[in-house]
Each structure stands twice: as C-alpha cells, then as structure tokens.
C-alpha cells in the first residue's frame, strides 16, 4: 500500500465524495496563490499536497496535482509533520478534556473558530475546550 494513504488511514479523517474534495482543492489553491514569502507559500504548497493526498486516499482519480511533481514532493516534506502534529495535539487536548475522548482532526488550532467548531463537533464544552488549548498552544510553539 502506498505510505501516504497509511498515513491518512493513520489520520482517520472522513471521506467525502468527488465533488467536496474538487471544492477543497479550489479553496487550497486560491490560498496558495495569496501566499506570501517562501515559508507562507511552502505552507500553502503543503495544505494543496494534502488535499490531492487526501484525494487519492478517499478512491477519487480526476483530480490531478495542478503542480509539477518536484513542487508536490516539496509539499510533502511540509505537510507530513505539519499535520502529523496537528492531528498530535488535538489527540493529545481531546485526552485532557476528557481521558476517554479520540479527537481525530488536523486543522489549525490557532484559529479559534475551527476550535469552536472541533468542540461541537465532539461535544466539549466550548469554553473548557478553547482554555485547554491555548495552555497547550503555549508550549507547542511549532503549530503556526
């Protein structure tokens, strides 16, 4: 099996159909063209290659990698630890609020409305949830 999707089965992010990811895609890529500087831009490069990733991963094949393939493997070398550690700290802040909780996501915990979103989503209290995470956010200074 290839290695990204054992690591996106690892992730455990939902599928979607054909149709949400092509929308993914397009918010990704109107983000990456916004970018600005070199380490903004590998950011935004990364957030596009774990899109197509995740693409391949949920069984769809029309949607291609807009980029050429070295700029895919420079998204790659971003992308893994950049949401290996995100998915680490929601597993980790999930275990905090409540011992028993598997949080599974990957977006960014520094933007407090996908927090607010996350906490519904598995129902935490909102407030318990937001102070939780910015203690840890403290301390995890590479979640940028």
């Known amino acids: 099996m290839n290695p990204l999707n054992l690591w996106h089965s690892a992730l455990n992010m939902p599928k979607h159909d054909e149709q949400w990811h ?14 600005e500087g070199l380490l903004g831009t590998w950011s935004e490069l990364s957030d596009v290659a774990y899109t197509y990733t995740r693409v391949r991963w949920s069984g769809h094949s ?3 990698f807009p980029f050429s393939r070295l700029k895919f493997l420079t998204g790659v070398v971003y992308m893994i630890p950049k949401y290996s550690l995100r998915w680490y700290f929601f597993r980790t802040l999930g ?4 011992f028993n909780l598997l949080i599974s ?10 927090l607010a979103a996350i906490a519904a989503k598995y129902q935490i209290d909102p407030t318990l949830f937001k102070t939780e995470a910015e203690k840890m956010l403290r301390y995890w200074i590479l979640l940028k």
């Not at 275990?95 to 409540?98: C, E, L, Q």
């Not at 996501?105 to 996908?114: A, F, H, I, S």
């Open 22 to 35: 092509h929308d993914d895609m397009a918010d990704e890529l109107a983000e990456y063209y916004e970018a």
């Open 62 to 64: 029309t949607i291609t």
């Open 95 to 98: 275990k905090r609020v409540n």
């Open 105 to 114: 996501e990957v977006r960014n915990p520094r933007k407090l409305e996908k």
